[in-house]
């Protein structure tokens, strides 16, 4: 696919990862999500989800946390090769929520895990690099950037 394609691509994954763990980020906002999480996981089938300790509750704060200031960053800078960086974390939520459905059995997981899955698998496409001014075919680009990484230390 060409650079710009993928780049939005990013960009949606970004997107879709604010909103879904927004309410991932405080305890608060996490007491409301897992009453949600449990009511739905039921209708599907599923049992009600068991209670969080505070323990458990810094944990997912924790990963909210993080994976919001993850999505900001690409919002910000989306670069290709925070892509790939992102396809490969998703691989590794993608595991973790594959263990868990089968330690589990919790439908809600599928709501998850294909999700996560396929956000990894087409931020993994094959990207073309971009022209070369001086007119040579394009190639094969997995780590292309928009823009030159530059620090903010005056690098």
Known sequence: MKL??????????AWYDLLLTAPFATPWTFALMHAQLSAINQALGGGALPAFSPFHIFFACLMGS????????????TEAVL?????????????WM???LAMTGAPLLWLFVLPEFAWGVVQW????APAAQ??????RAPFTSAAPM???LGG
């Open 4 to 13: 710009p394609t993928y780049l939005k691509i990013v960009r949606a994954s």
């Open 66 to 77: 993080v994976v919001l200031t993850w999505s900001v960053l690409r919002l910000r800078r």
């Open 83 to 95: 892509g790939r960086y992102d396809g490969v974390t998703r691989f590794l939520f993608a595991s």
């Open 98 to 100: 594959g263990w868990t």
């Open 125 to 128: 496409l094959p990207v073309a």
């Open 134 to 139: 001086d007119g040579s075919s394009t190639a």
């Open 150 to 152: 530059r620090s903010s």
